[in-house]
Structure formats: C-alpha cells, structure tokens
C-alpha cells in the first residue's frame, strides 16, 4: 500500500483550522456540542488525510469526516443569516482544501491512483457540485448576502419542490416543444445540406458565406422576426432553433467529409467504389466525430435561443417567459429554480448526446485505454 506525502492541502487546512480556533464563536447560533464536532469532524479528516494511503480506509474515513464537518457547519447558520464570524469561514475553508485533496487523489493527479473510471466520472465531478452548493450556502447565509442578490440553494430548492406543476408546463413548452422540435429539424436539414454540398461544389460555395453572414446574427434580431411570422406560440421559438443549429452542423459536416484521408480514398476508387458508397462506408464514418460535436454545440445553443426567444412574445407560459416575469416581481428564488431547470436539462441533453457519440465512434483514438 502505497502512502502520499503530506500535501499542501493539508498543511494549508491545518493551518486554517488553527485560526479557526482563534475566531470563536465560531456563529453567534452555535452550540457548545456543535462547535466541538466540527472541529473534532475536521481533526479526525486531517489525520487521515496526513497518512492517507492511494485507497483504503484512511481515504473513505478522510471523504466522510470533512463532508459530514461541511454539513455540520452548513448546520450552525440555518435560518440565521449574517451569523457567522471569522472562525465559521476558516474552518469550512479547511474542510474544502480536505475535500480539494480527496478529489485530487481520486481523479489520480499526483502520480496517484484511487481506484477505477468511477472515480473519476463520476464521484469527483459530484463532489466538486456538491462543494459548490456547500460554499454557495455557506456564504450567502453566514454573510448575509441579501436575498434579491443571490438566494441560498436551499431556498431554490424549496421554491422548486413547491412549483413543480409551473416549472412541468414551463418544461414541456420550452424544452419538449420548442427546443426538441428546433434541434432537430435544424441539425438534419444542416447536415442533409453538408451532404449535398459536399457532392456539389457549388452548394459549399454559396451556403458557407451565408452561414458565416447569418450565424453572426443576433438572437435579439432573429426573435422578434420569427414571432411575427409564426405566431406566439412554440412554433416561433423553434425557428429560432432552427437558425441557430443549421449552419454549426452543416460546417461542422463538411469539414468531417473532408477528414478522411486520401490513401483511403485511393483505395475506395481501387474497389470502383461511386460517390455514394464512399460516403457511407468511409467518408460518413470519419466525419462521425465532428458531426457528434455539432451536435453537442446545437444542444446548448438551441436551449439558450429557445429561452431568449421567448422574452420577445410567448403564451403565459415557457421558461423564458417565466424567467421575465418574475425577475420584475423581484422572485429571485422562482428566477433561479427556473434556471436550475434549465442547466438540469441541458446537461442531461449533452451527456446522452456524449453517451451516444461514445457508442457509435467506440473505434476513435481518444477512447483507447492505456
């Protein structure tokens, strides 16, 4: 078993739990027995963390005790804003730079490895999410961040958990609708072009202008113009989309068509391969990579476009609109949960678009395994 030598992690949230010590109370709320657990949670995650071996039980003892010390804190400023002093700040900064130190060993920098793949995929980018909703909570309630500034995440989440109903129907006509139909349509017809234009020469020559003239296009122009010709509703929202997703798949096509190389080619001209059954045995499979990556571009610019478009007309309902709405109501909570959604579903979009590009270019190089 293969121990680390100490890291500057821990040296440095040692140091921060000694002034810690000088800062108490650490809030004006605290009890004695809570103060004390998280200094003991906090100790007990140091020492594991100064002998901390690449796996073992050191390693989980070290993952338990600093997070359960973040939540013990979190704890002490609950409902009481603008509470925590000096030693609160220091103590949860030491218990992050523990946590900075487990993701480090688990996603194997320092010559170290803990573990498999499902360390690195997936714990590592949870933990850093979770240590982000921590700090967020932290400080807006510990420092007394006014609420129409920035509110804590635990009151996003209340105000999601009590408008589910309105956030489903903002959903379902924003991301179901508009953004599904838009990316769609614009990612097939931008493709279906690539194609076309990659057999005929002057195609790639007329439609590349174009697209550079038309993707430099403001979305506040495009919306506006795409309400009055399509009405209110989704429909208009989608072909804003439909805009903002053709013209990165048909460039993003046509420089994949144009990856293969040309001793392969020689070859398929060696076998009288035509035009077409080059395209969909060779030249199609090459290009996978870069269509994938338009794809994944379009996931993110259709669920923006979507979203923006609809502050410029949409029925009583739709993300954006909501978004509009509440930001003058000064219902900054509804504003983030809204966005919550958002970045929940667009992540979700991308990461099935990542799996499915996985699937279909397993062959590609940057998925070899040392």
């Avoid at 129409?148 to 009151?155: G, M, Q, W």
Wanted: a positive charge; charged letters at 10%.
């Amino acid at each position: 078993m293969t121990r680390m030598k100490p890291s500057w992690q821990a040296i440095a949230a040692a140091a921060a739990t000694v002034l810690a010590l000088t800062g108490l109370p650490l809030t004006t709320s605290a009890s004695t027995s809570a103060t004390l657990l998280a200094f003991a949670l906090t100790l007990i995650a140091l020492a594991a963390s100064l002998v901390m071996p690449a796996r073992g039980w050191p390693l989980w003892l070290h993952a338990i005790a600093c997070h359960v010390a973040a939540l013990e804190l979190l704890g002490m400023v609950t409902g009481a804003e603008g509470s925590a002093g000096r030693g609160f700040f220091a103590l949860l900064a030491a218990n992050w730079l523990l946590a900075w130190r487990l993701v480090s060993v688990l996603s194997g920098s320092d010559n170290v490895r803990a573990g498999n793949g499902f360390a690195a995929q997936f714990m590592v980018p949870a933990l850093f999410g979770l240590w982000v909703l921590v700090i967020w909570e932290a400080v807006t309630r510990g420092a007394g961040i006014p609420f129409v500034l920035l509110p804590p995440p635990s009151a996003i989440g209340a105000r999601i958990m009590m408008s589910l109903p309105i956030l489903w129907a903002d959903f379902n006509q924003t991301v179901l609708k508009a953004v599904l139909a838009g990316f769609v349509i614009g990612s097939a017809s931008g493709f279906l072009v690539a194609v076309l234009a990659d057999r005929y020469k002057f195609l790639s020559n007329a439609f590349l202008p174009i697209g550079n003239l038309v993707s430099a296009l403001p979305i506040i122009g495009i919306a506006p113009i795409m309400v009055i010709w399509f009405g209110f509703d989704w429909h208009s929202k989608a072909a804003v989309v439909v805009v903002m997703t053709f013209f990165p798949m048909l460039v993003n096509t046509l420089a994949g068509l144009r990856a293969s190389g040309h001793s392969e080619r020689d070859l398929m001209r060696t076998y009288a391969s035509g035009h077409w059954q080059t395209l969909f045995k060779l030249r199609l499979p090459a290009a996978m990579p870069f269509i994938f990556n338009a794809l994944k571009i379009n996931s993110t610019l259709a669920l923006i476009g979507a979203i923006v478009a609809e502050f410029f007309g949409t029925p009583v309902v739709g993300m954006g609109f909501r978004i509009s709405t509440e930001t003058g109501r000064m219902a900054l909570d509804m504003v983030w949960a809204e966005i919550a959604v958002a970045a929940l579903a667009g992540s979700l979009f991308y990461g099935a678009l990542a799996t499915l590009e996985r699937m279909v270019t397993f062959w590609h190089p940057s998925y070899r395994r040392g």
